[in-house]
């Protein structure tokens, strides 16, 4: 078996302002629609396949295993769509596609508490500020759909998401362990 130390953060509106996130030229959100359910999952792929956390969660490491959590996510009752965005890189010249570099899910748990889930930016756009304009575009979502807090866990050893997080304001409230078989990974695709 495997451990994997993790760190549940809130964020709680009523201690911080959300500022406006600002997105680098060439870049825009989209808003969750259940036709781009699979860019979510393939762009999901593409963010998580050789990081940390497909270790601590190996249906992260293959695009069938994002496929199936992105299902998951969308078809809970608590899927919240204002907290659930992409982002693209619009665009340009000979390549007129939008190529999905980001995404981001949220689910409203309670009453007046959400959670975030899988936030993740593609390599090749890491450390342009857009993992940031994601975590600040759905706390808006969240704050509009009326809730007070949101939760999120981050493995510990993943120090660009922790700093990520705590930088936007959210605080460490507990840490958990997390057990995973000892096994070789399986992804292939
Ligand atoms: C975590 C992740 C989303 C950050 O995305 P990003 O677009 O590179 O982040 P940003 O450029 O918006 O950076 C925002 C802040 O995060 C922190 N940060 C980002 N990369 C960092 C790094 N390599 N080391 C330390 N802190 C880092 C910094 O505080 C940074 O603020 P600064 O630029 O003012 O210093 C991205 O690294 C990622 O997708 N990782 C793989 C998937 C993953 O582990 N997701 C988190 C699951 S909990």
């Given at each position: 078996?495997?451990?994997?130390?993790?760190?549940?953060?809130?964020?709680?509106?009523?201690?911080?302002?959300?500022?406006?996130?600002?997105?680098?030229?060439?870049?825009?959100?989209?808003?969750?629609?259940?036709?781009?359910?699979?860019?979510?999952?393939?762009?999901?792929?593409?963010?998580?396949?050789?990081?940390?956390?497909?270790?601590?969660?190996?249906?992260?490491?293959?695009?069938?295993?994002?496929?199936?959590?992105?299902?998951?996510?969308?078809?809970?009752?608590?899927?919240?769509?204002?907290?659930?965005?992409?982002?693209?890189?619009?665009?340009?010249?000979?390549?007129?596609?939008?190529?999905?570099?980001?995404?981001?899910?949220?689910?409203?748990?309670?009453?007046?508490?959400?959670?975030?889930?899988?936030?993740?930016?593609?390599?090749?756009?890491?450390?342009?500020g857009?993992g940031r304009?994601?975590v600040l575009?759905?706390?808006?979502?969240?704050?509009?759909?009326?809730?007070?807090?949101?939760?999120?866990?981050?493995?510990?050893?993943?120090?660009p998401a922790v700093e990520l997080y705590r930088s936007v304001g959210f605080?460490?409230?507990?840490?958990?362990?997390?057990?995973?078989?000892?096994?070789?990974?399986?992804?292939?695709?």
């Open positions: 078996m495997r451990y994997f130390r993790r760190f549940r953060m809130e964020f709680n509106f009523s201690e911080h302002e959300v500022p406006d996130p600002e997105l680098p030229p060439g870049y825009r959100f989209v808003a969750w629609k259940p036709e781009d359910l699979d860019r979510h999952a393939v762009t999901k792929f593409a963010c998580f396949r050789n990081e940390l956390d497909s270790q601590v969660f190996p249906s992260l490491a293959t695009l069938d295993g994002c496929r199936r959590l992105m299902l998951e996510i969308a078809s809970q009752r608590t899927f919240l769509p204002p907290a659930t965005w992409l982002i693209c890189r619009v665009g340009e010249g000979s390549n007129p596609e939008p190529i999905d570099c980001g995404t981001i899910q949220g689910l409203a748990n309670g009453r007046d508490a959400g959670s975030i889930q899988n936030v993740g930016v593609c390599p090749d756009h890491r450390g342009s857009l304009a994601l575009q759905s706390l808006i979502g969240f704050q509009a759909a009326g809730l007070r807090r949101v939760f999120l866990e981050a493995t510990a050893e993943n120090a605080r460490l409230i507990r840490t958990t362990f997390r057990q995973v078989p000892d096994q070789s990974p399986t992804a292939s695709d």
